[in-house]
């Protein structure tokens, strides 16, 4: 039996990340061919969510049911043990993939050729530089018509703010696209477009070598070569330390949709990618050979169906062995619980299992007790920090429309809130609920849900809003003449936090020159 410290070594938990329609679906699906995991093309098809561009959210949520089996998505790959995380790809859901991404430990950005660097992938690589993530990137589509690699490069150095390194490298793009020669391993596959057999290992001893001006022509040989010398003109060594530390992303080129380029990332990303690192914790740091388990609830699945309440609470695994059945303090209640039916994800299908280690996911059926965060552990008084909450783009004012039912009109939007639906703003002033989402489509979810699950009737008031600001200051008197001067516009978040709601982009530069010591924050952690 693999020991402890094996299971963690083989382990990689990683999400694939991009804008929509760049080929995420498609590549997590030629990733799950390759572990053996699927046998069909189209098997993965969650995350078409976000073709439903309107607010047929209903039919969102049907999907999204779906989704629980494919949230993570558990394979071997030789030695291997891979835990894909999905991550939803409507925009509107963004929050629901930041806190995914403090699950993982390493990500794959996929960026399409042709459209560059788009705004979801930049929001979501903030959040993988604030915890130092490390990052691959795909290149994908270069089967079609795109921009010249080293604009890519530029680009993704400028809009993504992390020096990237190609450890693979396209012999033209589009129609004329021939294939890539991989400089990792030094090696050159070449594009056929048939779906029958895409690729053609050409046997090379180096970029010299007269077989590549063979396959691919002369003159794409000599330009082949003269790209690379100026990529090692250009570019550093590659680091695989550099990498590890998120200072460095490696790139590579591809098509999913022809599984071209596709074993190359895989294989180089079980090499390289980090196995499960430590994780902090507000006591201490918490190493994932540690014996005892310890993990936190990262995500919360409610069901959709008001006949079964239930909801998944997914566990991260952070350090030791996780055992059904075995009695786990929920930090923040300071229960003691056992779980008698936590589930796996392999292969898209879920099994009740009997352990997991540091990197696996565990579906744990709650019916109320988690919330977003909570940490789970053998009896250590551990409390891991999850992701700050960001600024929401959209505020509304939440009202009661029935007064016979405000108990559970209260209870919904808490328990709602606890999953992580939305944020929740207090007004100081006149006491008045605020929810902030990402979306318009988060405002349908709660009011349906809140009707369905807790027979709670509410209606939407605008309130036009520019951003929520945590705000602090070294100097109290200043912090409290600002609460004073604001107190219109001053609310608390749920953990009682104070927040500035400001109302337009000048009012705010106007507080910032009228208190230059009050520091202003788009999110709840400094
Ligand atoms: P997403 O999850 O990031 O949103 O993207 P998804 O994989 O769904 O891909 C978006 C579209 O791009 C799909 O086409 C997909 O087939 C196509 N695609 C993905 N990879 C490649 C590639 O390497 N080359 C080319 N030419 N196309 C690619 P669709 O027509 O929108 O969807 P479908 O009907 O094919 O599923």
Redo the contacts with the bound molecule.
Sequence with gaps: MASLAEEIKRRRTFAII??????????TEKLLLFGGAIHIAGAVKS??I?KTATSDWMEIEKQRGISVATSVMGFNYGDYKINILDTP?HQDFAEDTYRTLTAVDSVII?VDVAKGVEQQTRRLMEVCRMRNTPVIIFV?????EGRDPFEILDELEAELKISVRPLSWPINIGAKFKGVYNIYEQSLDLFTPNKQKVSERVEIDNVNDARIDDAVGEKDAQKLRDDLELIEGVYPEFNVEDYRAGLVAPVFF?????TFGVKELLDCFVEIAPSPKPVTAEERTVEPYEEQFSGFVFKIHANMDPNHRSCIAFVKVCSGKFERNAPYRHIRSGKVLRFAAPTAFMAQKKSIVDEAYPGDIVGIPDTGTFKIGDTLTEGEMLHYKGLPSFSPEMFKYIENTDPMKSKQLEKGIQQLMDEGVAQLFINQFNGRKIIGTVGQLQFEVIQYRLLNEYGAQCRWEPISLHKACWIESDNPEDLAAFKKRKYQFMAVDKEGRDVFLADSGYVLSMARQDFPTIRFHFSSEF
């Design positions: 991009s804008h929509p329609d760049a080929g995420k679906t498609t590549l995350n078409k976000k790809g996929v994908n589509k270069l089967d079609r591809g098509s999913a949709l022809n």
